[in-house]
């Protein structure tokens, strides 16, 4: 069974920045981020595949940037001019490989005032 641990979140005016960190405990194909605001469905950041391929949501391109510690299996979001509408609770989620099973961190609160 992979574990999660998930850490970075917290409180941050308009303009700065966060690094969230999700360390898995075994070898892992893709990692992600997705985010889930109040009242709204949960949605995709980014995602990176062991060879570095990465995918963003429009919203948050040129501001994230995502990367991965193959050696510490572990996926970074760097978050920086972050907006009010970043608010949400962001998961990490990981799969082994093409057919296995998607797993999820616990969340972590980003909030971001005006």
């Known amino acids: 069974q992979v574990q999660l641990v998930e850490s970075g979140g917290g409180l941050v005016q308009a303009g700065g920045s966060l690094r969230l960190s999700c360390a898995a405990s075994?070898?892992?194909?893709?990692m992600g981020w997705y985010r889930q605001a109040a009242g709204k469905q949960r949605e995709l950041v980014a995602t990176i595949t062991r060879g570095g391929f990465t995918n963003y949501a429009d919203s948050v391109k040129g501001r994230f940037t995502i990367s991965r510690d193959n050696a510490k299996n572990t996926v970074y979001l760097e978050m920086n001019s972050l907006k009010p509408e970043d608010t949400a609770v962001y998961y990490c989620?990981?799969?082994?490989?093409?057919?296995?099973?998607?797993?999820w961190g616990q969340g972590t609160q980003v909030t971001v005032s005006s």
């Open positions: 075994g070898s892992i194909f893709i």
């Open positions: 989620s990981v799969r082994a490989n093409l057919g296995g099973t998607t797993y």
